[in-house]
């Protein structure tokens, strides 16, 4: 069976400081991976998705950047945080194509203070 | 941008009472799928419907769908204090990619 793996669950960082979110993948091969940010009480915005390693497309202009160094992880970085960057950010997966669903990591909660 | 809106925002029931949430959307969509969360963790899927399906049941949950008013509903029959999340439709238009809306936060009391 497939799981995915969020790390780490919570964080605290000052402002201007770095920012690596890592994502695995198990038990799947070539999924299409996503991150998302979810602002509290809020739905989910896509920031990047990835079609294959190395491919990465950008939804919404920011901070942010993210990586696919290999196929089945998935890694959300900043140079510098800013205090709007403070979220929860999920990381899915899926198949691709019309019908896909997408299945969940459990999210990595970010302060940035 | 979001592109399901999610109605009533917040929705409080006792357990064994029905749970109706709404989802209006504004362009065309290949599938529409709903989702729950419970406080601080993932998302989980439950359910998705095609464009050219109107109605879809999975265990307690039935959902419906009117492609010419762009809304779905999601039912939740006999609640129960396990319901308690919040719920959140996601369509697929072409280019599959989700777009999600707000949400509904569902509280069953027991």
């Known amino acids: 069976s497939q799981t995915i793996h969020q790390w780490p669950a919570t964080l605290v960082q000052p402002v201007g400081s770095p920012l690596s979110l890592e994502c695995t993948v198990e038990g799947t091969s070539n999924p299409n991976l996503y991150w998302y940010r979810q602002a509290a009480g809020r739905g989910l915005q896509l920031l990047f998705y990835?079609?294959?390693?190395?491919?990465i497309s950008s939804e919404v202009p920011q901070n942010l950047s993210a990586s696919r160094p290999q196929d089945r992880q998935f890694i959300l970085s900043s140079k510098k945080l800013l205090l709007s960057d403070s979220g929860f950010y999920l990381c899915a997966w899926g198949t691709g194509g019309s019908s896909d669903t997408q299945y969940f990591g459990p999210g990595t909660r970010l302060t940035v203070l | 941008s979001q592109q399901g809106e999610e109605d009533p925002q917040a929705l409080s029931i006792q357990e064994g009472e029905n749970a109706t949430m709404n989802c209006s959307y504004k362009t065309s969509i290949n599938n529409l799928q709903w989702y729950r969360q419970n406080s601080g963790r993932g998302l989980v899927h439950l359910i998705l419907?095609?464009?050219?399906?109107r109605e879809k049941h999975s265990g307690r949950l039935r959902v419906t769908l009117d492609t010419s008013k762009k809304s779905s509903s999601l039912l939740i029959t006999a609640s129960r204090a396990a319901d308690t999340a919040s719920y959140f439709c996601?369509?697929?238009?072409?280019?599959?990619?989700?777009?999600f809306g707000a949400g509904t936060i569902l509280r069953v009391k027991s």
């Open positions: 419907i095609r464009s050219n399906e």
């Open positions: 990835s079609v294959g390693i190395g491919q």
């Open positions: 996601a369509t697929v238009s072409y280019g599959n990619k989700l777009v």
